[in-house]
């Protein structure tokens, strides 16, 4: 029974960055995937992004695309969310959550889920 827990949320001035951690408490099996969603108040659960275990594969939403990087860190069973070129838009509750491969950006498909960084990002 894997548990996430999300990281390094926060304020920051648009056009700046923030380094999201997902640490799981146990090593994540190659056959994974581990997603990046987001939530803006009154706005549905969205993804930002997946990376695949086993081959470091990744995809973007396209709201993201050239902006968010994922990574892993399998020494410290930790994923991380690169976001770069921040916007008021990108402002949400994250999270991230797990899923067997093959690899999808639908919340549904997931089934461990973190409990969320808040990330803010002013004008």
């Known amino acids: 029974q894997v548990r996430l827990v999300e990281s390094g949320g926060g304020l920051v001035q648009a056009g700046g960055s923030l380094r999201l951690s997902c640490a799981a408490s146990e090593s994540i099996d190659r056959d994974n995937c581990v997603g990046w969603f987001r939530q803006a108040p009154g706005k549905e659960r969205k993804a930002v992004g997946s990376?695949?275990?086993?081959?470091?594969?990744?995809m973007y939403a396209d709201s993201v695309k050239g902006r968010f990087t994922i990574s892993q860190d399998n020494a410290k069973n930790t994923v991380y969310l690169q976001m770069d070129s921040l916007n008021p838009d990108d402002s949400a509750m994250y999270y991230c959550?797990?899923?067997?491969?093959?690899?999808?950006?639908?919340?549904?498909?997931?089934?461990?889920w973190g409990q969320g960084t808040q990330v803010t990002v002013s004008s």
């Open positions: 990376i695949y275990i086993g081959l470091r594969s990744t």
């Open positions: 959550a797990i899923q067997r491969w093959p690899c999808t950006l639908a919340p549904a498909r997931y089934y461990y």
